[in-house]
């Protein structure tokens, strides 16, 4: 068992294209931001699980030995034993898993002790922690003590992935302290990787937890955070880009909040209730993502303007098309003019409804770009490599 201190961080991403049609068996590509989230374990001898989320003000222990005689047969089924390689989750599309049920979730209410006028994004932490932590742990003969903080530097709820990165690392942590990873800092290092079958592990554990968040998430987020770089995701099935371009991105959070798991379950709504409409704009969406990953392959480390200009293009029509899918804001909206008033080009970027815009920058602007003039709006720029 685990007796030092364990850093774990984890980092944001930002999805370029494939929003809501990701969910539906369709590409996305995502890139990880450099903005994290860490977590600080400690383990300790107190007789209880402590945790910390000081950016939402989260600070909550339990009683190891209550926790212990909890019967917690109803947190997964036996597939999802932390020593069985292959989960339930990645036995089907990722995107069609039942998420767990009311019953559970009621079940595990009941366990964090929360008031019932508990914010969701509060609620929801808690209840990752507590599902993780107890699933992980089910066939340890005792529960271990342990601190837990959590920080980010992730505004939370605005689409650049800081739920999947806090899962990410509370997987990696718990799974190191029971053993079923190695710790990659125990000969020394200051800082290090895990194996490529840790982090298979690591990810389909932090799947389970955005399933408790988000109800039907697509797994891009937890795979990118897990993995980092710049991914091809479909399905469930990951792969690097080849050779991408370093570029530079505005990020603009709307500070509109939204939820993800409604404007997710919108968009199949609308879906089932137009399919000859609907179908045809998630398999375009699709082709964007296809079309902007050869753009991007093209690139390499000499991108010509011109396919600058395609990669604009694909922005501009891929944020039609997620309009038409119900999930705009008006927010976004008015980003887009902005930006485009200064010959730039703009999307929102994870499940929209407000949250976070992307803008794409071209080579002369640099990190001194234009930043639009929105008094509510919070701007920051982010490579993407």
């Known amino acids: 068992m685990l007796s030092e201190v364990l850093l774990v961080s984890a980092p944001g991403k930002v999805i370029l294209h494939g929003e809501h049609a990701v969910v539906h068996g369709k590409v996305a590509l995502a890139v990880a931001l450099n903005l ?8 300790h001898s107190s007789g209880k699980v402590d945790l910390s989320l000081p950016n939402i003000g989260i600070k909550r222990s339990w009683d190891v030995a209550r926790l212990q005689l909890l019967d917690t047969s109803f947190l997964a089924p036996e597939a999802l034993s932390p020593t069985c390689v292959c989960l339930f989750a990645c036995e089907t599309e990722q995107g069609d898993v039942t998420a767990p049920t009311p019953e559970q979730v009621e079940k595990l209410k009941e366990v964090a002790g929360l008031p019932d006028d508990c914010a969701v994004t509060k609620r929801l ?3 990752t922690f507590l599902y993780l932590y107890l699933s992980i742990f089910r066939k340890q003969r ?7 903080v959590v920080w980010s530097e992730l505004p939370p709820g605005a689409g650049l992935g800081s739920s999947a990165a806090y899962s990410v690392c509370l997987a990696a942590a718990l799974l190191t302290v029971c053993e079923e990873i190695p710790n990659p800092l125990k000969d020394g290092e200051h800082i290090n990787r895990w194996t490529k079958e840790d982090l298979e592990l690591i990810n389909k554990w932090a799947f389970q937890g955005e399933r408790v968040i988000h109800g039907n998430p697509s797994g891009v987020d937890n795979a990118v955070s897990t993995w980092g770089g710049a991914l ?18 505005l990020l603009t959070n709307t ?13 199949r709504n609308r879906l089932l209730k137009f399919p ?13 993502s296809l079309e902007c990953e050869r753009v991007l392959g093209e690139m390499g480390e000499a991108p010509a303007l011109e396919q600058y200009h395609v990669l604009e293009e694909l922005i501009d029509m891929n944020q039609h098309h997620l309009n038409a899918l119900g999930v705009g804001h008006a927010s976004l909206d008015q980003l887009c003019q902005v930006t485009r008033a200064h010959g730039l080009h ?8 407000g949250g976070c815009g992307i803008t794409l920058l071209k080579p002369d602007l640099g990190r001194g770009g234009t930043r639009p003039e929105e008094s509510r709006s919070e701007h920051f720029c982010s490579s993407m490599q």
């Open 255 to 267: 500070r509109v909040p939204r939820s993800t798991k409604a404007l997710v379950a919108g968009v």
């Open 36 to 43: 994290r989230t860490f977590l600080r374990l400690q383990p």
């Open 142 to 148: 005792t529960l271990p003590s342990l601190d837990v």
């Open 125 to 127: 932490a808690v209840l």
């Open 276 to 288: 000859e409409i609907v179908a045809p704009l998630l398999t375009s969406i699709d082709a964007i």
């Open 346 to 353: 703009s999307k929102l970027t994870g499940a929209g409804g």
């Open 232 to 249: 091809r995701y479909q399905q469930g099935k990951i792969a690097s880009l080849k050779r991408p371009p370093a570029l530079q991105i």
